[in-house]
Structure formats: C-alpha cells, structure tokens
C-alpha cells in the first residue's frame, strides 16, 4: 500500500475540488511530517534548522513542542502552519501535501486550515479587538458576508472571554487580554489545527494559564493544537511533550490513541463552540 507521504501531489484546493473522503482523514493523523529538513544556505555558510525530523500528531491532540533555545521547535511549528517551507522531506496536514504546493495555493490552504498565535500578538494598534479578529475572516474566509463576519467574530470574542472588550483599542487591553484576542482571531476561521509559537512567553503566569486553558478546550472540541513552549509546567498538562534538542527529536511519545475519540468533532466547518466567558485569572 502506497503511503500518504509518498504521494506526488496534495488535495486540489480550489472551490469545486472534490472534498476528500471523510473518513479515510479521521482515520490518519492530522499531521504526518516525514525526514523533515530545514536548512538555509549552502556550504560551509549553511544553517541547519532542524534535520530529517519525523513526526505525527493526532487529531484533536494538544501536542506540546519543548527544547532549549535553537532546538528546532519553532522551525518544526512554523513548517507545520504552512508559513516556512521544508528543504527535504514531506508535510502532509489534514490530507493535503503542504510541501508540494505552490505559494498561492499555500497561502490559501493556511487561511482556511490553519489558526496562527505568536509571542507578541501581532495585533494591529489601530484596529480594535472586534477589528483585528474581522481582519481574519476577511482574509481565510472571503466567502463569510458582513453580516456573518460580525457574528462570527463576537462569538470568537465571547469564547475567550472577551465579549465585553470588542471595542478596546490593543493598548487598552493586559497582554494577556491581547494574547486571548490573538487566539480569538485564531480560531474565527473555523480552522482544524491551531500553531501556538510561545503563546505564554510574554505573560505572566496567571495570565500564562488562562491562555493555556483556552487552547487545552479548543483541544477538547476536536482541534489540533501544537503548542511550541519552553515552559515545561505547562507543557506537562498537554497530551503529549515532544522534545526537541540540536534540531532533531530528542524524545517523542506515541500519540495516546485512547485520549481523543477518532470521530471527535472538529470547529473546522462547525459552529464556534459554546465556552463559558473566561475571566481574567
């Protein structure tokens, strides 16, 4: 039987491809990355990111990354949002061969697949929250009207608990409530795997573990979520710590297969889950 990484070509991603089959999908990992490698220049110049890396995370699974300082977690988490691409090997996320596609298609897949939270936010200043969420949809969703864009997005607001903020400018908010708007720009798409590159890194830790909350329950209703971290207390509360060390898997537990349900519902498509507002810690 042929594998899924050895395919030549990834899922068509214009609007009237035929929707992959279902059930083979919930049947694999939602990540399969093969002898990943990352390297930039040639020679005696040349700067390795990480090298052959394998790994596969499930479906619904919060998977934490953790390594010391140019480790590799950060290269590995950005070759699986779709925003880096890899020198050598194949990356297959939800079925489709992220590594063989074109930039446009690229871009494209990221915006209805992926949600991204880094570090620093990267909010707009002058944009609201409301604003700043919207700007998501406008761009991984073209299809959302107004009307739907606003819903949509003060639901997002509501699940992190920002439903009384939307109108707060980013320097009117904590960074911690800046960090929930990032995840609530995140996961206003829909989409079925969540990237968090050091999403606590800038807080403290009360609002550290109000941010890890929110991303454990978006791991509850079914979405994938990579958390890259260097904290390794909250990285113990995942489903499973992948360790990284010199740009290579130092250790790497089995997915625990008993811990998500292989049919569990993903936002991706569905509904904004129902959350109770999440105050300030």
């Known amino acids: 039987m042929t594998s899924v990484l050895d395919a030549t070509t990834a899922t068509d991603l214009s609007d009237d491809s035929p929707t992959p089959d279902t059930v083979s999908l919930i049947q694999r990992p939602l990540i399969e990355a093969h002898d990943l490698t990352r390297r930039w220049g040639k020679g005696s110049n040349a700067q390795l990111g990480i090298d052959r890396v394998s790994v596969t995370i499930d479906r619904g699974e919060l998977a934490a990354i953790v390594g010391p300082s140019g480790s590799g977690k950060s290269t590995l988490g950005a070759l699986i949002a779709g925003i880096d691409r890899p020198t050598s090997g194949s990356l297959v996320v939800d079925g489709t061969r992220i590594d063989k596609l074109s930039d446009d298609r690229l871009a494209r897949w990221r915006g209805r697949t992926v949600g991204i939270v880094f570090q620093n936010f990267h909010l707009l200043p002058t944009l609201t929250a409301a604003e700043n969420v919207q700007l998501a949809l406008r761009l991984g969703d073209r299809g959302a009207g107004r009307r739907e864009r606003r819903e949509r997005t003060t639901d997002a607001l509501c699940v992190v608990g920002l439903g009384d903020k939307t109108k707060r400018l980013p320097g009117q908010l904590s960074g911690g409530e800046q960090q929930r708007v990032a995840i609530a720009r995140a996961i206003v798409t829909r989409p079925?795997?969540?990237?968090?590159?050091?999403?606590?890194?800038?807080?403290?830790?009360?609002?550290?573990?109000?941010?890890?909350?929110?991303?454990?329950?978006?791991?509850?209703?079914?979405?994938?979520?990579?958390?890259?971290?260097?904290?390794?207390?909250?990285?113990?509360?995942?489903?499973?710590?992948?360790?990284?060390?010199?740009?290579?898997?130092?250790?790497?537990?089995?997915?625990?297969?008993?811990?998500?349900?292989?049919?569990?519902?993903?936002?991706?498509?569905?509904?904004?889950?129902?959350?109770?507002?999440?105050g300030a810690r």
């Not at 791991?219 to 990284?244: C, F, N, P, Y």
């Not at 519902?265 to 569905?270: C, D, K, L, R």
């Open 192 to 278: 079925g795997l969540i990237v968090a590159d050091e999403p606590t890194g800038s807080l403290d830790q009360a609002s550290g573990h109000v941010v890890f909350d929110l991303l454990a329950g978006l791991a509850k209703t079914g979405t994938t979520v990579v958390l890259i971290t260097h904290d390794r207390h909250l990285a113990s509360e995942s489903d499973r710590v992948i360790e990284m060390l010199d740009g290579a898997i130092d250790h790497q537990p089995p997915p625990d297969s008993s811990a998500v349900p292989s049919t569990v519902p993903s936002i991706a498509g569905a509904a904004m889950p129902t959350a109770q507002p999440i």
